[in-house]
């Protein structure tokens, strides 16, 4: 076979988009290889619980750090019934935001 492997190890500290380039030199060739990498964030799942007397509304501020190199904007989704928040939100760079999410129960549950 004419492959070489080329085995590369790399380590990121947060997700994000990290870009690169392979410099590959011989005495009658040279290549350039861009690669990116792409990383996400590990899945968490979070539970809030809410206490409140019947009928009364609470709000629960839920921050959302962004460690990458991107800002993020987020369409929210929220099931279940009586739950309320902005539709959507975004997060700076190297920020944190606070997500409001309201609980308005109608009735005793």
């Given amino acids: 076979s004419d492959t070489v492997e080329l085995p590369i190890k ?3 500290q947060h997700a994000g988009r990290y870009h690169c380039q392979i410099l590959l030199k011989s005495p009658s060739d040279i290549r350039v290889y861009e690669v990116e ?3 996400h964030a590990e899945q968490t799942e979070a539970q809030i619980e809410f206490a409140t007397p019947a ?3 609470v709000t629960q501020d839920i921050p959302i750090r962004n460690t990458s190199s991107e ?4 369409e929210v989704v929220l099931e279940g019934q009586c739950f309320y928040g902005p539709s959507e939100i ?3 760079v190297g920020k944190t935001a606070q997500y409001p999410l309201t609980f308005k129960p109608v009735a005793e549950c």
Wanted: proline content about 6%; hydrophobic content about 40%; some cysteine.
């Fill in 10 to 12: 790399f380590t990121p």
């Fill in 55 to 57: 009928y009364q509304t």
């Fill in 90 to 92: 975004s997060v700076g």
């Fill in 37 to 39: 990498c792409v990383v």
């Fill in 71 to 74: 800002d993020w904007k987020f």
